[in-house]
RNA sequence: GCCGGUGUAGCUCAGUGGUAGAGCAUACGACUCAUAAUCGUACUGUCCGGAGUUCAACUCUCCGCACCGGCACCA
């Protein structure tokens, strides 16, 4: 039996899953299925992510040791996971022993390569500002620029992975095997992003503590994308190389959202060169979702409210728009008014309803599948049209063309409708004509039975259904079974039920909508109990923050998010570089009042010099801070 | 600033060097088995703008505009 191998990225448990997750892992469930289906023997793999410092940050912010937070937070995943109805065989979570141990061997072969080397950074350090200062910043004293205190000779090593080194043989692979990275746009981003040239990438952190210790060196803990990355081949067991392992790697297909693809196409084939380790076969990248023309964002509470929508059209649904209106590997809009329209053109009225019309119309007539004796015209039609549909489906399942997918079945399922309609079936229900109508619904039941089949992969549940009121085990539906026409036993009594696909009015609509959810606008203000996060009133009042006003500002050449900014600070006026560029024109700063920060260390930014800060509110969108009323220029702020 | 992509009917998108297509929405008609479902017909388009190549361009080239993405950049 082949292999087929499909993983999602395992998501950071600290923060609770959305429909960006859902959309992945959703596209992976239909690959599996799909496959499963086929007869190919599937393993598909998704899980979280539990290493790293923004982990540890999160569970020292809850009070919580990162191993309690862990297990508080890997059940949400999970949760939507079962509502989802994602068929994953594994969950797999990086604080397991399977994966510490895997990790431990890659990395172990890893350093064993050669390609790993440490390194060391040394410079001139200022405690208070954990920071490291280039000689050329310096005067001879070698004193704190910011707090003019002696700077410390400080050394710290690092261990990195000889990426530049797999440079080309990651373009020509790249080159060479037009599907390794699914979609144009993003093959061609990553192809420029390899003629810049590549370096080498930190695989290991000194300064923090909630990871895997590099066995070779366990005063370093292993960097959480290294270690993450590894986790497709470690949930297969490749500590021991067992048979799983054997048989499943290379993975066929690692899906994923479009923002992580650099790492999954450059850094983890590289490791697996460098461990002489068979590559993925497909990089598969999906596009963003926004809502309603915006994008998904927690601060401003714009985001998918997949509960209330699931709980009012139903899961199968809500994977089926998903995968329908949306191209896939381009960003796409969810918009509840468009979930609606396909609920009801795609799946009440078009398929549900040719259920709930063949089922009755045989319930009436037969009670049981007719036997198809009498063929008739349009017959061969349909059955022609069976056939290219498995073949199209084939083609356009091997390229993720799920959107595609779908319309060429629907194309099957608006056939059928027009078979019975153009047979007027309902019309022959005398003695000479019995048999012909007990073949043109043999055939919609037929039909009906390869739809089932055809949608599985897609919508599980409904497929179910469908078979449930066909009264055909559920169980069995390989595309085998749907391979030639006729596979239909006659006689079978039938079952119809209530609809699968009941319109929903707006009322019903209103009533099973939740109240509007609390605007998770301002996210959850988490009582700082860590006292590492805590800053003395002193450190505080190091901070020069004063009033000032623009008075004159314009964009700084060849750079797209920043303005040069003249502000008057009463005493003096200063040059500043603000990166605002998106978010203001030049026009509309001046005569602003803002809050500069005047005792940062100058830098140089594209060429500019930039005397100070202005304070801003830097979300998903950046507003400048500015006082209620305008007070002197040079007034302290504290 | 550099690199790439997109711009086609109200909406979502297909598409080919020879005067433009699908689904949804809309209108009208047919039918009445069915979830006010189905089926048929019709409708609208300066195929972003401009120039060029060509007998002929929506399709090729160049320039421009708009939007999106990658890189640089965000003290």
């Known amino acids: 039996m082949t292999a087929f191998y499909v993983t999602t990225p395992i998501y950071y448990v600290n923060g609770e899953p959305h429909a960006g997750h859902a959309y992945t892992n959703i596209a992976a469930d239909v690959l599996a299925r799909y496959h499963r289906l086929k007869g190919y023997d599937v393993f598909f793999l998704t899980g979280v992510d539990e290493h790293g410092a923004n982990v540890h940050k999160s569970a020292e912010n809850e009070g919580l040791a990162p191993q309690a937070y862990c297990d ?96 080309e043989r990651l373009s020509s692979h790249i080159r060479e095997n037009p599907m390794f990275i699914h979609l144009e746009p993003r093959r061609n981003e990553l192809l420029s992003f390899l003629e810049a040239g590549l370096e080498d990438v930190s695989i290991s952190r000194s300064s923090v503590s909630w990871g895997i210790p590099l066995p070779f060196d366990p005063r370093h803990i292993a960097y959480v994308w290294i270690e993450a990355l590894s986790n497709y081949m470690t949930a297969l067991g490749y500590e021991t190389e067992s048979e799983r392992y054997q048989t499943f790697w290379p993975a066929d297909v690692h899906m994923m959202a479009k923002d992580i693809t650099r790492f999954h196409a450059l850094i983890w084939p590289a490791m697996l060169m460098a461990l002489n380790l068979p590559l993925p076969k497909h990089i598969v990248a999906h596009g963003w979702l926004t809502k309603d023309g915006e994008a998904l964002s927690k601060t401003r509470g714009i985001f998918i409210d997949m509960d209330t929508d699931i709980a009012t059209y139903g899961v199968d649904a809500f994977r089926y728009y998903l995968l329908r209106e949306f191209s896939f590997g381009n960003d ?166 209530e609809p699968i696909f009941p319109r929903i009015d707006k009322k019903t ?90 005792n940062l260390e100058p830098v140089t930014l594209r060429g500019v010099e930039s005397q100070g800060m202005l304070l801003a509110a830097s979300g998903d969108s950046v507003v400048l801070a500015t006082l209620e009323t305008e007070v002197p220029l040079g007034t302290q702020i504290r």
């Open 72 to 167: 508080k937070m890997a059940p949400t995943f999970t949760k939507l996971w079962q509502r989802l109805n994602i068929s994953h065989d594994i969950f797999l979570r990086t604080t397991s022993e399977m994966h510490k141990r895997g990790v431990r061997k890659f990395l172990t072969a890893l350093e064993a390569s050669g390609d790993v080397y440490k390194d060391t950074y040394e410079g001139h350090y200022c405690r208070p500002c954990e920071q490291f200062f280039p000689e050329k910043e310096l005067t001879e004293e070698k004193i704190c620029p910011v707090h003019q205190l002696p700077l410390e000779w400080v050394e710290e090593e690092n261990y990195f992975f000889r990426l530049s080194k797999y440079q």
């Open 509 to 598: 609509r209103q009533k099973k909508a939740s109240p509007p959810p609390s605007p998770k606008a301002a996210p959850k203000q988490k009582a700082e109990k860590s006292p590492s996060n805590l800053i003395s009133f002193s450190d505080f009042q190091k901070l020069d923050l004063r009033a000032a006003k623009v008075i004159a500002a314009e964009p700084v050449e060849g750079a797209d998010r920043l303005l040069k900014l003249q502000v008057d600070l009463g005493a003096e006026k200063r040059q500043v570089v603000a990166g605002i560029a998106a978010h203001y024109t030049p026009e509309t700063l001046i005569g602003k009042q803002v809050i500069v920060v005047t």
């Open 332 to 497: 796409g809009d969810y918009r509840l008014s468009r979930l609606n329209a396909r609920y009801h053109a795609d799946l009440a009225n078009d398929l549900g309803n040719l259920l709930n019309r063949v089922l009755g119309l045989v319930g009436k007539h037969f009670k049981r599948v007719p036997e198809p004796t009498t063929p008739g015209e349009f017959d061969d039609e349909v059955k022609a049209m069976h056939r290219e549909t498995l073949q199209k489906l084939d083609a356009l399942m091997e390229t993720f063309a799920f959107d595609t997918a779908l319309e060429t079945i629907w194309g099957f399922v608006r056939r059928i409708n027009r078979y019975i309609q153009q047979t007027e079936v309902w019309t022959l229900n005398t003695p000479e004509k019995r048999p012909r109508m007990g073949t043109i619904l043999y055939n919609g039941l037929e039909a009906l039975r390869i739809i089932s089949v055809l949608i599985a992969p897609f919508m599980p549940d409904t497929a179910d259904k469908i078979r449930q009121q066909l009264n055909l085990p559920v169980g069995a539906n390989g595309f085998d079974t749907i391979a030639t026409w006729g596979g239909l036993p006659k006689n079978l009594a039938i079952a119809r039920g």
